[in-house]
Structures are given as C-alpha cells and as structure tokens.
C-alpha cells in the first residue's frame, strides 16, 4: 500500500512539474518607465504558430492621444490608429524565447527593431527591442 501512495506522490508531483510551464499568451500591462502607473493593456497572442501583440487599451492619457495614429509608419500602418495595432509581429518561438528581426514597431517613429520575449515568471514578460548591439528590455506584468 505504501508503494502505491508514494507512487501517486510522485506521479502527482510530475504532473505540477510540468503543468508549470505558462503561455505568453494573454492580457498584459504596460507601465511608464520608472513608474507602477499603468500605460496600456497589450493583447499577446499566437497565429501560424508565431507571436503577435497589439495594444487594445491606453490609460493616463488625453483624449488625443488615445486617438493617435501612426504617423511615421512607412507601411500599411501608416495613418491607422495605435489602439487595435499590430506592433509585434511573428516572432518564432526557440526553446522558452520568441525572437525575430524587424518584429518590434515603436509608434511614435515608425520604427522596427529585432525582437526577443519571455517569461521571467508567470505574471512578467520580458520584452527586449535591439537596434544592432544596443537593446532596450521592458517588463510587462500579467493582467488578473
């Protein structure tokens, strides 16, 4: 009886231990540098097996520029609204990372940076934008 019980044991333990792995899927905040003041809430999702994201909410911001859009964008982007757009566009995943050239879109130039995301933890995403050697990462946190 006792094999049996340290046998569930143990087949439950596996089972948590690989149930842990989490998605970067799913609703994320963004925050002003420095600042626990909320920017945005980013939609992270997966298509053909690549990663996307796009922000579908701003806050602490005027009405303008709620409303912006894309100025500087070179491609079909150009003149859309920021809100509903895609700025994160096919990374492919490698191993626990996503990464990609030219998959990062920064609105406010228009600009396009290689890209690498993942999961510090099950509630923050790491998201890093390169511009050759130099990189920038920023941390989202998992929306409840």
Known sequence: MNTIKYFLIFLLSITSFIGFSQSVEGIWETYYEGTDKIKSDVKVYTKDGKLYAKIIKFYNMSEAEKNAK???????RKNQPIVGMVFMNGLV??????????????PNNGKEYDGLVWLENENK???????GWLYETKYWKRKS
Do not use: H, M, P
């Open 70 to 76: 894309c100025l500087k964008c070179t491609d079909y």
């Open 93 to 106: 995943q490698s191993d626990d990372e996503w990464e990609g050239d030219a998959v990062l879109l920064d």
């Open 125 to 131: 995403l790491a998201v890093r934008g390169y511009l």
